[in-house]
Structures are given as C-alpha cells and as structure tokens.
C-alpha cells in the first residue's frame, strides 16, 4: 500500500494545495496492490490529507468487496502509517502490517515495496492521472478505474503468454 501525489491544476472536488509542489493544487492516489502488481483499491484525497489511520482505514475498506483475504495477509507500509491506532486497526482485521519504522533505518523487508511502486509507475504512464484537469469526484474515481483496468489486461496478457511460451517449448530430452 502506497501513496502518489500528482498535480491538478484545474482544482475541483478533491483538490487541495500539494506540501510537495510548492503549493499548487494536488490529489493523492492512494493504492493497495497483490504482490503481484494488481491493483486491488485505490482512494482518492486532497494531496494534502496525511496519510493517517484514517485514510488507511478508507484504503483498506476498498477490498471489502473482494473475495476474503487471506488469513494474516501481510501489508507493507512506509514509515507515515507507523503508530499505535494503525497497528491496532490491523490487529483488528486480521492483517500483519510491515511497518518501517520512524527514526530508524528501513528493515530489509522494506524492499518488498517496490511492487506497489511500480504500480503507481503504470498509474502515472496514463497521463490522465498524472495531469488531472478534472473537477468533479466521480470522473478522477473514473479514471483510476479506468486505469486500473488497463492495468490488470496488460497483466493477464503477459503472464497468458508467459504461460504459453514455456507450455509450447519443445522438450530437450533424448
């Protein structure tokens, strides 16, 4: 689970000013993905929202809809969601947090971030998301979708055909 901030320069329903870009107008797209890659839920928020318990709780809710996780499922999180409330709410859930901890170096399972980093990489190749000059809430929840969608084809896609090239190799047997 992770967070990206990118500009919306029209402003709108969930834009506020950015405390990265200098105060201009921004949007946070928070995702959870599967170890793999595909997104599972995204929440959109002002960029100026933290990324707190709360916004990790409307993070979390996003897989509700899905099939039941597995049970103590493990989350890998940066050092903004280390605290006491977050590690009660997965407790509560059933998860195991991976949580860098604050004042400390990165734990070598840090590294397994990188999954949902290259995600938000593909969000930000849709440049609909990383400019958004959208106003209105349910056209940005739109083309997260949108995105998430083309997303999981090109996925699905390469491992159908990974799949098929090993299946279709000729046996080097005698």
Known sequence: MDGC????????????????DGGKRGVKRSSVVDARGIPLGSVIA???????????????????????????????????????????LFEERSLVGVISEKDKRAPLTAGLRWVVERTNSWHNAHKKLVWCTER???????????????????????????????????????
């Open 5 to 20: 901030i990118t500009k919306a320069p029209c402003g709108g329903e969930k834009a506020e000013r950015s405390p990265v």
């Open 46 to 88: 002002p960029a100026n929202r933290h990324d707190s318990p709360l916004f990790l709780e409307a993070i979390l809710d996003t897989l509700e809809p899905l099939a039941e996780l597995p049970d103590r499922a493990s989350v890998h999180l940066d050092r903004a969601y280390d605290s006491k409330v977050t590690r009660r």
């Open 136 to 174: 209105d809430g349910p056209v940005i929840d739109f083309w997260v979708a949108v995105s998430d969608v083309v997303i999981i084809v090109r996925r699905l896609i390469r491992v159908g055909w990974m799949r098929y090239r090993l299946e279709s190799r000729p046996s080097r047997r005698p």
